[in-house]
């Protein structure tokens, strides 16, 4: 039978690696290894490619006095580079690269990718090390003396302790002769809480677990087990606390009866010179098989040797390389000032990384991710440089499709809201500055509801095409068209002179719309209504300004549409009527006209529900079925919507809770939350109080913010998402792609899912611009590891489309509309078990 020692470290090794991103700050680090229970978290720059690793020894380093060393990114702190070991490599082998590296955890590779991290925990507790263990006891292990500090001592004192003597746990004695234990992990969690220096005795476990000094270390391993820790106390025929002995000392042992047994001299020279012939080997296959481009030089720059990937992505071949500089592939795009800065970090730190625009043999430029590394002697001169190099041309552009996307309507290429607020910020400021004046021109479409009802969505989209196109043709230039949603159109008017010329300018853009019209092969005539605001008499902000003419845009619609009307002071017809809305909402709450309806989530490959999402619905007793869309938005303005978003929490949370026990239900329900509940209301406390007041895990809940609201950097939303991410609050990003779309700001964001906006998803199956935009957003989740679900599912089509593409759930009329909770029940229920 093979030693357990003997045996690849891949049967023994854990799939599931805890990772992170390197800007991941070191407290989010720490509480993701508390959650998992970890003892180590590995910084992934991209996917397979970890640049570092965190441990609990790392910890230690961590000064818990100072809140802003919690908040550096974990790049600077991690341990680097990743030690990373081969599949079959034996554990005995493993331990000793352990040994002489000093590290605890290193990942594990199996052709070319990373399958595993194997640790000191894994070796100790695979099968088979029980001969081993049994035949040492502990008062024969090779263990130093327990170090103890007093319930009294403070924290510092401790960590000072492990740091200088390498400890990974101290005891601590009490008063009464009792004791207790710190060990790395407690250090972690209160790098995660953020806690200070404390005394010792408030913060060890207590009291110890631990076994006297006669027992053998098979049945320590067993009380480790038992317990699920990881140090164990050893206590003298006097109860006096005298080791504290963990995997390390374990480890020891066991490696110790195995020498004995199986290992000599020879065998280890014989495997040294078979293991570097093997490296060459590997690294020549690496060479040649690799898909990033490798181009050495001499010190002097001449090409001495590039691999295949470099001629698939340059069209320079071998022999055309050779003997040439890699001038060769210059493209002018960069600055002399750009490459002197370059020699100047390979001179000075022998190494350089960064973007160029290089050129390939037939002339088009590409982008490429380039690391420039020197490689010197004992005496410092420099003999080659190695240059790596990949070709990252599609992922800018889908990146600068993205940021596209994110300040421009999908459908026209205009403008969104989120660019236009800024214009119209920016020509306020312009306007002030210089002492002019201009106009915002509100548009809204009059009866396009109809075109969409009668001749459908295409239709209606290419109606709102034409409309975009004309409205670009007619403003004069330097005038921005936007497109804020719907059949909402703004146009910013600057350097305006006179009322008349607005006015002209007005009554050209209504005559444009009003032109028939082909759409789906059918004559249609459309008419907008127009509403105007001008600076600075109708505001001397951007918000007023467009509140004002979306005001005067309602009163054109009211004097019969098709025409425009200039705000005044006196429009205040629509106010009033969003003043009975509201008194009617402050009703509806104290009369129980809310209710809360489901609509499901769903596993796209099975149709199984795997959780739903929460929303309200309001029926007033006399206009009955109310749309969120009305009353939502009045809800927001009139702060009622802190008070109605714990009505839905508190009624969800019931609704889990019934459902849970009945054994229906094992997902999440998501419930909607918006910007006025996260910047106003005690939105933290309200989860976890509405959590425990149902008995329910965190894991239960899940909040849906939309994107805009999420990225408002300046609110303090962050640091409120943060709070609820440390509840363990799963966090989605509602709608994604319909707002801001920042992906620096997202990776910086504590969220673990995105939505997928139905606008997308709608027209994906016969839409090439629909469809690639939604295998990026689905490609660019998967590579910032956020799980995702696609919304408005409504074919057969869009499902298999979205599950080739990797987007495994989604919600939709193609499963079910959103219903009330007794049907949705009656769903779970018709669901196999």
């Given at each position: 039978m093979m030693s357990p020692l003997m045996q690849p470290i891949e049967q023994i090794a854990s799939t599931d690696i805890l990772s992170c991103t390197p800007e991941t700050l070191i407290h989010e680090a720490a509480s993701l290894m508390v959650q998992s229970g970890c003892g180590s978290i590995v910084v992934f720059a991209a996917p397979g490619q970890a640049v570092g690793i965190w441990t609990e020894t790392d910890a230690l380093a961590v000064d818990l006095e100072d809140a802003a060393a919690r908040c550096r990114p974990i790049s600077q702190v991690m341990s680097q580079p990743v030690v990373t070991l081969a599949h079959h490599l034996s554990v005995h082998d493993v331990l000793g690269q352990f040994r002489s590296k000093g590290i605890r955890h290193a990942l594990v590779e199996k052709e070319g990718a990373i399958v595993g991290l194997v640790s000191l925990s894994d070796v100790v507790l695979c099968q088979g090390t029980e001969a081993f263990l049994g035949l040492k006891r502990l008062d024969g292990i090779l263990a130093p003396p327990a170090v103890i500090l007093q319930a009294d001592d403070n924290l510092s004192a401790a960590l000072s302790s492990m740091r200088e003597q390498q400890l990974t746990a101290v005891g601590v004695q009490f008063a009464d002769g009792s004791y207790g234990i710190l060990t790395q992990r407690d250090v972690v969690g209160m790098v995660a809480a953020g806690q200070g220096d404390v005394e010792l005795?408030?913060?060890?476990?207590?009291?110890?677990?631990?076994?006297?000094?006669?027992?053998?270390?098979?049945?320590?391993?067993?009380?480790?087990?038992?317990?699920?820790?990881?140090?164990?106390?050893?206590?003298?025929?006097?109860?006096?606390?005298?080791?504290?002995?963990?995997?390390?000392?374990?480890?020891?042992?066991?490696?110790?009866?195995?020498?004995?047994?199986?290992?000599?001299?020879?065998?280890?020279?014989?495997?040294?010179?078979?293991?570097?012939?093997?490296?060459?080997?590997?690294?020549?296959?690496?060479?040649?098989?690799?898909?990033?481009?490798?181009?050495?030089?001499?010190?002097?720059?001449?090409?001495?040797?590039?691999?295949?990937?470099?001629?698939?992505?340059?069209?320079?071949?071998?022999?055309?390389?050779?003997?040439?500089?890699?001038?060769?592939?210059?493209?002018?795009?960069?600055?002399?000032?750009?490459?002197?800065?370059?020699?100047?970090?390979?001179r000075h730190d022998g190494f350089w990384q960064g973007e160029v625009v290089n050129r390939r043999k037939n002339g088009l430029l590409y982008t490429e991710h380039l690391s420039i590394t020197a490689i010197r002697d004992e005496l410092g001169e420099c003999l080659h440089y190695v240059a790596v190099f990949s070709d990252i041309t599609q992922r800018k552009q889908a990146e600068e499709r993205l940021h596209f996307l994110a300040n421009h309507d999908a459908?026209?290429?205009?403008?969104?809201?989120?660019?236009?607020?800024?214009?119209?910020?920016?020509?306020?400021?312009?306007?002030?500055?210089?002492?002019?004046?201009?106009?915002?021109?509100?548009?809204?479409?009059?009866?396009?509801?109809?075109?969409?009802?009668?001749?459908?969505?295409?239709?209606?989209?290419?109606?709102?095409?034409?409309?975009?196109?004309?409205?670009?043709?007619?403003?004069?230039n330097l005038s921005t068209v936007s497109r804020l949603s719907g059949d909402e159109f703004t146009v910013l008017l600057e350097n305006v002179v006179t009322v008349q010329q607005v006015a002209s300018r007005a009554q050209s853009i209504l005559d444009a719309i009003s032109a028939e019209s082909t759409v789906a092969g059918q004559g249609v005539f459309i008419s907008a209504s127009i509403g105007i605001s001008m600076f600075p008499e109708d505001g001397a902000m951007a918000d007023a300004l467009l509140v004002n003419a979306d005001t005067a845009m309602y009163r054109a619609k009211e004097r019969g549409k098709n025409n425009f009307q200039f705000y005044t002071a006196d429009m205040n017809a629509r106010a009033i009527e969003r003043l009975k809305m509201e008194y009617s909402l402050h009703r509806a709450l104290a009369q129980d006209?809310?209710?809360?309806?489901?609509?499901?989530?769903?596993?796209?490959?099975?149709?199984?529900?795997?959780?739903?999402?929460?929303?309200?619905?309001?029926?007033?007793?006399?206009?009955?079925?109310?749309?969120?869309?009305?009353?939502?938005?009045?809800?927001?303005?009139?702060?009622?919507?802190?008070?109605?978003?714990?009505?839905?929490?508190?009624?969800?949370?019931?609704?889990?809770?019934?459902?849970?026990?009945?054994?229906?239900?094992?997902?999440?329900?998501?419930?909607?939350?918006?910007?006025?509940?996260?910047?106003?209301?005690?939105?933290?406390?309200?989860?976890?109080q509405a959590l425990e007041r149902h008995g329910l895990p965190s894991s239960a809940l899940e909040l849906e913010i939309t994107e805009s609201v999420a990225m408002d950097e300046d609110s303090g939303m962050v640091e409120v998402l943060h709070r609820l991410q440390a509840l363990g609050i799963y966090l989605s990003i509602d709608d994604f792609g319909t707002g801001y779309s920042s992906l620096s700001y997202l990776k910086r964001l504590p969220v673990r899912g995105l939505k997928i906006d139905q606008s997308f998803i709608m027209d994906l199956h016969q839409d090439r611009d629909d469809a690639a935009i939604t295998q990026a957003i689905i490609s660019i989740a998967r590579s910032l590891g956020l799980e995702l679900v696609a919304e408005g599912v409504e074919l057969e089509e869009q499902r298999r489309f979205l599950l080739e593409q990797g987007c495994d759930c989604g919600q939709g009329y193609l499963f079910s509309r959103p219903v009330p909770a007794a049907e949705f029940e009656a769903l779970l229920r018709q669901q196999p078990r």
């Open positions: 005795g408030s913060i060890c476990t207590r009291p110890v677990i631990g076994v006297a000094s006669s027992s053998s270390l098979l049945q320590a391993r067993r009380v480790i087990l038992q317990h699920q820790i990881r140090h164990l106390a050893v206590f003298d025929a006097e109860h006096k606390l005298v080791h504290i002995i963990g995997f390390r000392e374990i480890i020891q042992s066991i490696e110790h009866e195995f020498l004995l047994e199986l290992h000599g001299a020879l065998r280890e020279r014989d495997e040294a010179l078979l293991q570097s012939r093997q490296s060459l080997l590997l690294a020549d296959k690496v060479f040649e098989a690799t898909m990033e481009g490798i181009v050495i030089t001499d010190g002097n720059g001449f090409i001495q040797s590039v691999n295949p990937a470099f001629s698939r992505i340059t069209g320079y071949a071998r022999e055309e390389a050779i003997g040439k500089t890699p001038a060769l592939l210059k493209s002018g795009k960069q600055s002399p000032e750009f490459y002197e800065y370059l020699w100047r970090c390979l459908l026209t290429g205009l403008p969104n809201r989120t660019l236009f607020i800024e214009k119209l910020q920016s020509a306020v400021e312009q306007a002030r500055q210089f002492d002019r004046r201009f106009a915002l021109l509100f548009i809204d479409l009059d009866r396009f509801k109809m075109v969409n009802d009668t001749l459908g969505h295409h239709a209606g989209d290419e109606l709102l095409m034409r409309i975009a196109s004309e409205l670009q043709r007619i403003v004069p006209e809310l209710d809360v309806w489901y609509q499901p989530k769903v596993e796209l490959a099975s149709g199984r529900i795997i959780g739903a999402e929460a929303l309200l619905r309001w029926h007033h007793p006399d206009m009955g079925l109310i749309s969120p869309g009305q009353f939502i938005p009045i809800a927001e303005e009139s702060s009622l919507i802190t008070s109605m978003g714990d009505w839905v929490l508190d009624t969800t949370c019931a609704a889990i809770r019934r459902w849970r026990d009945a054994g229906l239900l094992q997902g999440r329900i998501a419930v909607n939350v918006s910007g006025r509940q996260l910047k106003y209301s005690s939105i933290v406390d309200s989860v976890a």
